[in-house]
């Protein structure tokens, strides 16, 4: 007896709401009205998103469909380059599971990137990163875990995610914003279960605090 209550408890056998199945069925159905799944399949889950007790089960059941997104075409707006003499490196995927990973520096982001934390942390810096293209889509997920987008000053971000028993949102910026134009994009989508996704706008590396001021 003393054994099983010595056991960690787990978070994915706890019990869920209508209101999280609810919240899983306007993701199914968006994601026909896209043409992501038929209306077969669209039906098929459903009927498990309704019978599901524990967050355990829900997950699966629109997991690849977070990690999903329209193909945008490239843009021709300007976008960050690479430093002469400095190779960037491309990584169309960031994951962490119990473990932390860290993209940072110059490095290169293809159109489409997805991260996913569990029990872990993610950290994927752009504000010296190659882009692509002028529209990023990250589609980034946590469960009971974290990841973290850091943004420069002249990127504009929309933030798209379903949180349940978690956080998806974008946090105070530390700097102001200075968009324009040519200001590249980056579209995060996904969800976070029992956990956190969040996109901040940080001044460039190496800046002195006192010239931060207060945002």
């Known amino acids: 007896m ?15 709401s209508d209101a999280d199945r609810q919240r899983v069925a306007d993701v199914l ?13 669209l039906e098929e889950r459903l009927e498990l ?3 599901a007790k524990t967050y355990g089960e829900l997950v699966p059941i629109t997991l690849d469909l977070q990690a999903a997104g329209p193909v ?23 994951l962490a ?13 293809p159109e489409h990137h997805s991260a996913f934390a569990m029990m872990g942390s993610v950290v994927i810096d ?35 995610g379903t949180p349940i028993m978690g956080e998806y949102s ?3 910026d530390k700097v102001p914003a200075e968009l324009g134009a040519d200001s590249p994009l980056v579209r995060v989508r996904g969800m976070a279960l029992m956990g956190s996704v ?18």
């Open 2 to 16: 003393g054994e099983i209550e010595n056991r960690p408890h787990d978070p994915s056998q706890m019990r869920i």
């Open 29 to 41: 159905r968006d994601a026909a009205g896209e043409g992501r799944i038929d209306l077969d399949e």
């Open 49 to 51: 998103t309704w019978q």
């Open 72 to 94: 945008t075409p490239p843009a021709t707006a300007p976008v960050p380059r690479t430093p002469p003499g400095l190779p960037a490196v491309g990584h169309n995927s960031s």
């Open 97 to 109: 599971i119990m473990s932390e990973t860290k993209r940072q520096g110059v490095w290169a982001v």
């Open 126 to 160: 752009l504000r010296q990163a190659q882009l692509s293209g002028a529209e990023t889509i990250i589609n980034a997920s946590a469960v009971m875990g974290e990841v973290k987008i850091i943004i420069p000053a002249h990127m504009h971000a929309v933030v798209d």
């Open 170 to 172: 974008q946090a105070k």
């Open 198 to 215: 969040t996109v901040q706008r940080l001044p460039a590396p190496g800046t002195p605090r006192k010239y931060l001021g207060t945002y």
